[in-house]
T-cell receptor
Framework: DAGVTQSPTHLIKTRGQHVTLRCSPI?????VSWYQQVLGQGPQFIFQYYEKEERGRGNFPDRFSARQFPNYSSELNVNALLLGDSALYLC????????????????FGNGTRLTVT | GESVGLHLPTLSVQEGDNSIINCAYSNSASDYFIWYKQESGKGPQFIIDIRSNMDKRQGQRVTVLLNKTVKHLSLQIAATQPGDSAVYFC????????????FGSGTQLTVLP
C-alpha cells in the first residue's frame, strides 16, 4: 500500500508569491494534518482536517490555509510568501481524528521542500 | 511555556551496541508519547508509542520507557545498525488535545562501524 504522498517534492518561490502544496493520505485514512519543519528543528503543527472539516489550527498566520477534498486528499496554501516560510512542509494522515490512540498513529509523507528567495 | 526537549543533540554509538535516546517533557498533562525516526530527505517515520498509563512498551529491537515521576521518556535501540543512523524525535500529546503533536528538537544518532 502506498504511504502518504506529497507533491511537489521541491519548490522554489519568490517573496510575495503564493504556493499550493498537495497531499494524498494513506488509503482509508480520513484525517490529514500539516506540519512545518524548519531546518534543525522538530515539526510544528499547522492544521488538521477530518471529514473535510478543520479540526485544529496551530499558531500560524492567516496567510496559511488548507482544505480537504471528498477523497480525503488535501491542499495547503500559503499566500504572500516570506523568506521565513522556507521549510519542509509535511503532510500526515491518520485513521481517526484523534491521533493519540494505538490504532491511529500519525503517519508522515516525505514532505515538500519549499525555498523562498 | 511547556515543551518537549531532549538532553543531547547528538549521540554516537558503535555498531552492535545498544543506544539510548532520552527526552524530557514538561507538560505533566501529556497523555500520549511517540518516537519518530527521520532520515535525511525523508519525513518522520513512526517507531513506537506509549500512553501515560504504561511505563514500558516494546517493539522490534526498540523499547520505550516512560517515567512520569521525573517526566522522562527514553528510546532504547538494541544491537544498533548502520540503518539506525537518523534524527530521532520524541513527541507528545497533552490530555484533552488529541489532534496535534508537540515535537522536541531531535537527537542525531550516528552509528559508527
Amino acid at each position: 500500500d502506498a504511504g502518504v504522498t506529497q507533491s511537489p517534492t521541491h519548490l522554489i518561490k519568490t517573496r510575495g508569491q503564493h504556493v499550493t502544496l498537495r497531499c494524498s493520505p494513506i488509503s482509508g485514512h480520513k484525517s490529514v494534518s500539516w506540519y512545518q519543519q524548519v531546518l534543525g528543528q522538530g515539526p510544528q503543527f499547522i492544521f488538521q482536517y477530518y471529514e473535510k472539516e478543520e479540526r485544529g489550527r496551530g499558531n500560524f498566520p492567516d496567510r496559511f490555509s488548507a482544505r480537504q477534498f471528498p477523497n480525503y486528499s488535501s491542499e495547503l496554501n500559503v499566500n504572500a510568501l516570506l523568506l521565513g516560510d522556507s521549510a519542509l512542509y509535511l503532510c500526515a494522515s491518520s485513521l481517526l481524528a484523534g491521533v493519540n490512540s494505538y490504532n491511529s498513529p500519525l503517519h508522515f509523507g516525505n514532505g515538500t521542500r519549499l525555498t523562498v528567495t | 511555556g511547556e515543551s518537549v526537549g531532549l538532553h543531547l543533540p547528538t549521540l554516537s554509538v558503535q555498531e552492535g551496541d545498544n543506544s539510548i535516546i532520552n527526552c524530557a517533557y514538561s507538560n505533566s498533562a501529556s497523555d500520549y508519547f511517540i518516537w519518530y525516526k527521520q532520515e535525511s530527505g525523508k519525513g518522520p517515520q513512526f517507531i513506537i508509542d506509549i500512553r501515560s498509563n504504561m511505563d514500558k512498551r516494546q517493539g522490534q529491537r526498540v523499547t520505550v520507557l516512560l517515567n512520569k515521576t521525573v517526566k522522562h521518556l527514553s528510546l532504547q535501540i538494541a544491537a544498533t545498525q548502520p540503518g539506525d543512523s537518523a534524527v530521532y524525535f520524541c513527541a507528545e500529546i497533552p490530555l484533552g488535545s488529541a489532534r496535534q503533536l508537540t515535537f522536541g528538537s531531535g537527537t542525531q544518532l550516528t552509528v559508527l562501524p
